[in-house]
């Protein structure tokens, strides 16, 4: 499952970010049509390796917690101590 749809304000705001990019940096001006679609570009080609990297991240996490639980739960097993009667 990747992107599904990003919240219109973050769009919004990222289609702002790429047209001031363009006139700052290669002094041109972009469109609000051309903006957006070189955003849908960008996410299409970026967001599998970004949507990948964070299910990479979150299984290291994941695993660590449960070395942890598991390191836990046999620090409260009770000892078995052999019976002294004869």
Do not use: C, W
């Not at 049509?33 to 299910?55: C, G, H, K, R, T």
């Amino acid at each position: 499952m990747l992107i599904k749809k990003i919240p219109l304000e973050h769009k919004q705001q990222v289609i702002r970010s790429i047209q001031q990019y363009f006139e700052t940096e290669r002094g041109e001006t972009i469109g609000d049509l051309a903006s957006e679609d070189l955003f849908d570009f960008i996410v299409e080609q970026i967001a599998p390796i970004l949507y990948n990297q964070a299910i990479g991240d979150a299984r290291k996490v994941a695993q660590q917690q449960m070395l942890s639980l598991e390191e836990e739960l046999y620090a409260l097993e009770a000892p078995i101590r052999p019976s002294k009667r004869k």
